[in-house]
């Protein structure tokens, strides 16, 4: 199998813990990147979570950052990542989807997928899910016991309320 997320319990997060997701655009590449990580670290943000990929566009990388604190704690550092050069924009979101790639044998994923809530579609033989993380969950436990070959689980990713920065 291939890798995935942790779950959050299983990390020592408190379950009954409000995770405040925030979204940033970051411009620069690889280098960027490496001193957006060097701020997280260095400012010791409470991060119980890191997604980062390339932007519809593949001009810059989206990442969807969980902070384990308090909203308002969350909305400063939202701020001072704001400013940071490399950041094109950083804001909070409302809320975050789960997503997998998966290689499965057979159609039963899709009945599956429809009722348990679960947006799901083939792409040149690979499952590409998304929804809400109990969904997926729940998901995933079922389909595991028919015919799943891989998975790889690409954690949480949010968007912005009011804005469209491509899809997943």
């Known amino acids: 199998m291939a890798g995935h997320n942790t779950p959050r319990h299983a ?4 379950p009954d813990t409000i995770l ?3 979204e ?3 411009s620069g590449g690889m280098l960027a990147l490496n001193r957006f990580l060097m701020t997280l670290q260095n400012k010791r943000m409470p991060v119980a979570s890191f997604t980062v990929g390339r932007d519809g ?3 810059a990388m989206r990442a969807t950052i969980l902070l384990d604190c308090p909203p308002e704690s969350a909305r400063r550092y939202t701020t001072l990542l704001s400013a940071l050069e490399d950041v094109e924009e950083a804001e909070a979101a409302e809320e975050t989807a789960e ?3 998966l290689k499965v044998g057979g159609d039963t994923w899709r009945e599956s997928a429809a009722r348990l809530g679960v947006g799901a579609h083939e792409e040149g033989g690979t499952v590409v899910a998304s929804g809400e993380t109990e ?5 995933l ?3 595991n016991s028919e015919l799943l070959e891989d998975v790889v689980r690409l954690g949480p990713v949010a968007r912005p309320s009011g804005t469209a920065w491509g899809g997943v």
């Open 11 to 14: 990390i020592g997060l408190n």
């Open 20 to 22: 405040n997701p925030v």
């Open 24 to 26: 940033v655009r970051i």
């Open 57 to 59: 566009n593949g001009e």
């Open 99 to 101: 997503v997998a790639l």
């Open 135 to 139: 969904k997926m969950e729940a998901w």
């Open 141 to 143: 436990a079922e389909i």
